[in-house]
């Protein structure tokens, strides 16, 4: 069987980047997959606390992003959708998977140097961790896929080596359990699209992120048209005009990010897209990738402003997706607890 599972942090603004490089899959493979899709407001808490924004605004945000997947064609019935801290089983398989992955494993992790930066004597040990909570996110549902940005590949191939590890570890527990050669998949990333990693539009060499300081660096859900047309115009660019064809687009980062989120917005090659523009100067097409954005997110920062009037309808959502998440975690973790040895109730 194949099960999907992907999450994202309730921290600052969703932007075009969560969109084009996670979540326009999710709403694909719902029609072919069964799909978990969760808040996961665990991780947000592992930057500082005026980072994430403390109680109030994590409430907010969590029902904010809830509100972003549902408008974007995310269906809570079909499939599920629920904030992460609501179903213990992630927390507790966490631990176990602490004891499985080992120390220069996770002193590889690309993302964590990033985001500790120069001062990572001061991160958190939560921020340190993040892969190895990521790993039991996905494997607590023993999902097969997880469709992601390729940002988070190497956290992927972290998750492989925890649930190979663990198989191979306890492979007599495993089997005299009765779960056959390994009791969790070794779980694929889906990173596809033609908007894997969007970057940002102030520096064409660094991922657009959530947690970047600059607003202009990225185009959020929720901005409107006229914030929009702003950012898009003063993003980074080059003087030279635009190549017609995507050999012309190497070295020129800022250029390829452009096509590229143009492309994607309007789900066609960028060949395609330089067929049309290709020679132009930049202020034209940027009016046109100002129009597309537009037309394509207004709709959604709309119906997220409709679903956020009405928390209470948030909260009942993830409640229900926690509980039919909770049918699912509690077998695995039952199981992990039989095949490690712990004696439970
Ligand atoms: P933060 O900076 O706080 O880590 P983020 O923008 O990276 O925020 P996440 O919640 O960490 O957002 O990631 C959610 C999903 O969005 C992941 O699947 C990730 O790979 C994807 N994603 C994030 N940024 C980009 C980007 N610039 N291009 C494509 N996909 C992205
Ligand atoms: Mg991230």
Known sequence: MNRIFSGIQPTGNLHLGNYLGAMVNWIKLQDTHECIYCVVDLHAITVPINVWGGPEVLRQSTREVTAAFIASGIDPKKHIVFNQSQVAAHAELAWVFNCVARLGWLNRM?????????????????????????????????????????????HLELCRDIAQKFNNDFSESISAGGYGEGFFPLTEPIIQGPATRVMSLRDGTKKMSKSDASDNSRINLTDDADTIAQKIRRAKTDPEPLPSEEAGLEARPEADNLIGIYAALIDKPKSDVLREFGGGQFSTFKTALSDLSVAKLSPIAAEMKRLTQDPLYIDAILADGAARAEAIAGETINAVKDIVGFIRR
């Open 110 to 154: 690309t993302q964590f140097k990033e985001k500790a930066g120069k001062d990572r004597e001061n991160a958190s040990i939560g921020l340190y961790d993040y892969p190895v909570l990521m790993a039991a996110d996905i494997l607590t549902y023993r999902a097969t896929h997880v469709p992601v940005g390729e940002d988070q590949k190497q």
